[in-house]
């Protein structure tokens, strides 16, 4: 079949079944892959076009009342069609309106062969950003002239779909073959096209020079580049002169790059410290160019000294803008070659070797799963790092990621055909050549306390981001346990005979009750299983009963509890503890039963490799759940450690989560880190609380000795570029009047919308006090114009939901924690910022909680040096939202008149750069506001 017919509907709706309408159609023929006739037809609904589809698509009811009913058309519809496949970007939504709207006219359904886009563009193009129409157009360099109308859409979806064809042209007869076995689980219906490009390939010779075919597997193989020794003969000054001065250099090689007076400080700041062997605290504010301050002096250190220095950052996000941006820019800049690395830990990178075996694999496959094969597939013809971060898999492909990562394999010994090909060793080798190894946070610790076998040997390190590294510090240290993680494992490990891990192995080697007791791990499993559910409902209920009266809700709306070793006591608590004993009873039997099961495989020499490793994984899976309830239940170790549960309300009554974390680091990072290190330097835009770097270094345990404090002040005009506003006529919520603060706030955020046309990001402390403030804005707001993108409450990640406020000329993003930071809106995108309350942590938090009670313990004042200084950082943070360029300007709306009524209000804005502020009645900030824009 060599006709293919794009269709795009607009509609009145999302759901054909609630009666919604189609309003207009087009389509887009592809004979012999040119696009050979295009065709578009408004209708007439016989309904109202609600406001919102009319702002999206320009289509009003008036544009419609002429056009005609769809049953006029429908024949013709159906003609077209005719032995054809159908094409659409989410074909189950065009194809499904289409075959509603046949049907209620008295036609028939139809039945064409189907393939989907945006299906397609996920499996041939795995790294594109976003699988939206609009993102993948502009991605591959497709013009959309018109988005959200039916022709011009469905126009750059035939587009769309040629790109695909070509992809697929330039895969190899391997990667084909693969993709053949799992299309049936597709919803595009691909076996013809798989299977024509079969037998064109099956006479081709030779694979593409660039990749490497090995046991039935594609991949590309990265070259290791040779590396020259660079002769450094400048001083550090005639370098920097070298790139800041030299003809305007900077300007050239950095699009969009402006002169900032505070990096060359900064990255002579950090050269010195390096030379004097200190550490360094620094605080470089919005606009300083911190990245390029502090590459500058490390490239320069590294080479000149021949020893390599590690650069750690908390976010993948700031990776990525290093090696993409700043790094190919300084290396235009520098004349002497340096070498730079990316190195995660394992999970991150895929194991050849294990993929290739999981391939074989497909008796548990489901479309996620297919999905996520198909998509690591091509990616491997296209990764030099073998890095998932470079592709966003489906949810659930994820799960089946983990048994695949390097972290998964086992001990890959040297002499084995896949050690050579390894993306980790690759990773791990190109790392210990290099001049700059560039690290996150969590693998920095996690190689801290372990001895340093992680990373390669380092003496000086530069921690980005490093408001963070108390935090990775404590999780890294600590534990987490959860019922889903804990179920699931155990249903992929499975029963005797239910086709999982466990049946696997003894369907391979024909095991009976004889050679290893089978029907004991039946028993055995069924237990653990019994009791594993009957633990996590208990403690479940626990945390209900414990929290009658004091409800507890993280910023995801779980319900949280601490425990407290000396109240957790009676009869409930007992029992519980009982079942965790039991509990790992039955799962220490279970390893048993693995153990004789390995001797007897052993023994009789016949135990495949895989397999092998198979069996040490789910032993070493089995004894980490017994190390973790034993530390959470039990154990209380030499270090004060903070324990605490969150329960779920909104699922079932068992999801739990368990977590375990040291209450204070500091001592740990001094004796494992600081002391051992030559040069640690800290920087971050939010260091400090009203100039003083005291809270960060005593919560990091740095003393004064070899220490370095700077704040390197932003370039920005922000007098010229802030207005903050405060409101002084707000109903102070301490007596109780939330309902009426969460309205009087709602009330302002559409005034101010209104004068902003939208643009408006809303910060949050409470993922509650979210909730009721969307609930009311929803009711309340003109959802024609505006759209509204709550956290938690619209699907999707953060960089989604970023996204798609990006998206909308009109948008209003409420946000709770993980907005207050990281998340970049330059220019007019977002004009106004609302922060609901200070960001103080809520007093009972868990962590929060301990740590204040080490504190008076030591006689010191909990508020004053944990609750303030951490609300100061994560307000600096929050503000730093707002401005983002020299150019950009905007308001700042303070909900909470703390920040001026209190004595520690001046902490606030004492600590934030000077900016004009307003106190005064909510109406006039308003006049006010619409003056200043």
């Not at 340096?338 to 070797?353: D, R």
């Not at 050679?515 to 237990?527: G, S, T």
């Not at 030559?678 to 260091?687: E, F, G, W, Y």
């Not at 809270?695 to 920005?716: C, E, H, M, N, V």
């Amino acid at each position: 079949m060599n006709k293919f017919v794009v269709v795009d509907l607009e509609t009145t709706g999302h759901s054909p079944l609630k009666n919604d309408k189609i309003i207009e159609v087009g389509i887009v023929v592809i004979e012999n892959n040119e696009i050979t006739d295009t065709r578009t037809t408004l209708f007439n609904p016989k309904i109202p076009i609600p406001p919102f589809i009319s702002n999206l698509t320009g289509i009003s009811d008036r544009d419609v009342e002429d056009a005609p009913l769809f049953n006029e058309k429908a024949d013709k519809i159906v003609d077209i069609f005719k032995n054809s496949y159908i094409i659409a970007h989410n074909v189950k939504f065009d194809l499904g309106f289409l075959n509603t709207e046949l049907a209620a006219n008295g036609r028939d359904r139809l039945t064409n062969p189907v393939l989907d886009t945006v299906e397609l563009s996920r499996i041939l193009f795995p790294q594109a950003p976003s699988y939206k129409l609009g993102q993948l157009a502009e991605h591959l360099d497709i013009h959309h002239d018109d988005p959200h109308r039916a022709l011009s859409d469905a126009y750059v979806t035939a587009k769309l779909f040629l790109k695909l064809m070509d992809k697929l042209k330039t895969l190899p007869y391997e990667t084909i073959a693969q993709l053949l076995k799992l299309e049936k689980l597709f919803i595009s219906d691909l076996h013809e096209i798989l299977s024509n490009r079969i037998d064109e390939l099956a006479f081709a010779t030779t694979a593409p020079e660039e990749l490497t075919i090995y046991q039935g597997l594609a991949f590309k193989e990265a070259t290791e580049t040779k590396i020259e020794t660079p002769n450094l003969n400048q001083s550090f000054g005639e370098y920097l002169d070298g790139i800041y001065e030299t003809n305007g250099s900077m300007e050239k090689q950095m699009k969009g790059y402006e002169k900032r007076t505070g990096q060359r400080e900064m990255s002579e700041l950090i050269f010195d410290s390096f030379q004097a062997n200190s550490h360094a605290l620094i605080e470089a504010e919005t606009g300083t160019g911190k990245s390029l301050a502090y590459l500058i002096p490390a490239i320069f250190e590294a080479v000149k000294s021949n020893q390599r220095l590690i650069i750690s950052t908390y976010t993948t996000q700031l990776q990525s803008q290093l090696l993409e941006e700043e790094i190919p820019a300084l290396r235009r800049l520098i004349a002497i070659p340096f070498q730079v690395a990316l190195l995660k830990g394992k999970s991150h990178y895929i194991s050849l070797e294990k993929f290739a075996y999981e391939l074989h694999d497909s008796s548990n496959d489901n479309y996620d799963i297919a999905l996520t094969k198909a998509m690591l597939l091509i990616w491997l013809t296209e990764t030099d790092t073998g890095d998932i971060d470079e592709i966003q898999l489906p949810s659930s492909g994820y799960f089946f990621y983990h048994k695949i990562s390097t972290d998964a394999e086992g001990k890959v010994e040297p002499f084995s055909p896949w050690y050579s090909k390894s993306f980790y060793q690759k990773a791990r080798r190109k790392a210990q050549k290099a001049d700059i190894v560039i690290t996150n946070h969590a693998l920095l610790c996690t190689d801290m306390f372990n001895d340093y076998q992680f990373l390669p040997a380092y003496e000086k390190v530069i921690i980005d981001e490093a408001h963070h590294f108390e935090e990775t510090a404590s999780h890294h240290y600590g534990m987490k346990l959860d019922y889903n993680n804990i179920q699931f494992t155990f249903n992929q490990i499975g029963r005797t005979h239910d086709g999982k891990l466990f049946s696997k192995l003894v369907s391979s080697y024909s095991l009976t009750d004889v050679d290893v007791p089978l029907e004991k791990w039946d028993h055995l499993f069924d237990q653990a299983k019994y009791e594993i559910d009957d633990l996590f409902q208990s403690l479940y209920q626990y945390v209900v009963s414990q929290h009658k009266n004091n409800k507890l809700l993280s910023d995801i709306g779980r319900l949280q509890y601490r425990l407290d070793e000396e109240k957790e006591t009676g009869q409930t608590w007992d029992a519980i503890q009982e079942m965790v004993t039991r509990l790992t009873f039955f799962i220490r039997d279970l390893i048993h039963v693995l153990a004789l099961m390995e001797q007897h495989l052993t023994k009789k020499k016949i135990m495949d490799k895989y397999d092998k490793e198979e069996l040490d994984g789910i032993t070493n899976t089995f004894e980490d759940f017994i190390d973790r309830l034993e530390l959470f239940f039990f154990i209380e170790g030499n270090v004060p450690h903070v324990k605490w549960i969150e329960i779920d309300t909104k699922g079932t009554k068992n999801v739990v989560y368990l977590y375990r974390e040291p209450a204070e680091v500091s001592e740990l990072l001094a004796n494992d880190f600081f002391q051992s290190k030559k040069s640690v330097i800290l920087t971050s835009a939010t260091l400090t609380m009203k100039n003083s770097f005291d809270y960060i270094q005593k919560r990091l345990g740095l003393i004064t000795d070899r220490l370095i404090t700077k704040k390197i002040a932003s370039p920005f005009s922000y007098k010229n570029q802030v207005q903050l506003l405060v409101p002084n006529d707000f109903p102070d919520i301490k007596y109780g009047n939330i309902d009426d603060f969460i309205y009087a706030t709602c009330e302002a955020i559409l005034s101010l919308a209104e004068i902003t046309e939208g643009r408006m990001l809303v910060l949050f402390t409470s993922y509650d006090m979210l909730k009721k403030s969307y609930t009311l804005l929803k009711e309340t707001i003109d959802t024609g114009k505006y759209v509204l993108i709550g956290q938690g409450i619209t699907s999707g990640s953060r960089s989604r939901l970023k996204k798609n406020f990006q998206t909308f000329d009109h948008a209003i993003l409420l946000g709770t924690s993980s907005f207050w930071e990281g998340v970049d809106i330059p220019g007019d995108d977002l004009s106004c910022l609302v922060i609901v309350r200070l960001p103080f942590q809520p007093p009972n938090h868990p962590v929060f909680e301990a740590k204040s009670n080490l504190l008076k313990e030591a006689g010191k004042n909990a508020f004053m040096d944990l609750s303030l200084p951490n609300a100061v950082i994560k307000f600096k943070q929050g503000f730093g939202r707002l401005i983002r360029s020299s150019s950009d300007r905007g308001i700042v709306f303070i909900c909470d008149a703390r920040i001026i009524k209190t004595r520690y209000g001046k902490y606030f804005t004492d600590s934030i750069p000077d900016v004009p502020i307003s106190f005064n009645s909510t109406q006039e900030l308003l006049d006010k506001a619409e003056e200043w824009f």
